[in-house]
T-cell receptor, first 115, second 115 residues
């Protein structure tokens, strides 16, 4: 399967700061990238879907001004958690998809801890 | 709205024994169904998927799943588990193959293998 990387794999930040997480498709061009959030012992919840060069589509209840998503190229999407607070602490997982593949490929996730 | 239910939070199985993980879905149209496995430090790996056709689907690592429309179920099975199968398993449903649309996940089943 195709490879998706995330950076960083974990990050600790102070409350009020912003954190950027990168998601890269290493060996294919992803027309669509997805961002999920996973709480401990919980399911993955889709946060937003982004297509290259377009504004992201956010799921209901996800604050688009807090979770900024940029999908500037077919291999890179970024999620910026702005003015992070302890309740934003979570495991963030990206995935990349292309219609031709008929599936999406998941990154290893980023553990965010906000102090 | 689509949803996925995995009724078993934890399952303990002896090594070499058979395994069945349950998944029920709610979806208004023909569902695209997936089973993923999540191991610590690794991204979600696709075990198998069902789109149409034969309702018994073969996947990687010796797993199979059966789609039963009348029961809205897509249970995962393996005839003989190995210690390396210990992981978190997620069932998911989508409106397409997954390359262009986000997925709705169940809460997962944690599989424990007893020696």
């Amino acid at each position: 399967g195709a490879v998706v990387s995330q950076h960083p794999s974990w990050v600790i930040c102070k409350s009020g700061t912003s954190v950027k997480i990168e998601c890269r498709s290493l060996d294919f061009q992803a027309t669509t990238m997805f961002w999920y959030r996973q709480f401990p012992k919980q399911s993955l919840m889709l946060m937003a879907t982004s297509n290259e060069g377009s504004k992201a589509t956010y799921e209901q209840g996800v604050e688009k001004d807090k979770f900024l998503i940029n999908h500037a190229s077919l291999t890179l999407s970024t999620l910026t958690v702005t003015s992070a607070h302890p309740e934003d602490s979570s495991f963030y997982i990206c995935s990349a998809g292309a219609i031709s593949y008929n599936e999406q490929f998941f990154g290893p996730g980023t553990r965010l801890t906000v102090l | 709205a689509q949803s996925v239910t995995q009724p078993d939070i934890h399952i303990t199985v002896s090594e070499g024994a058979s395994l069945e993980l349950r998944c029920n879905y709610s979806y208004g149209a023909t569902p695209y169904l997936f089973w993923y496995v999540q191991s610590p430090g690794q991204g979600l790996q696709l075990l198998l998927k069902y789109f149409s056709g034969d309702t018994l689907v073969q996947g990687i690592k010796g797993f199979e799943a059966e789609f039963k429309r009348s029961q809205s179920s897509f249970n995962l099975r393996k005839p003989s588990v190995h210690w390396s199968d210990a992981a978190e398993y997620f069932c998911a449903v989508g409106s397409s193959g997954g390359g262009a649309d986000g997925l709705t996940f169940g809460k997962g089943t944690h599989l424990i293998i007893q020696p």
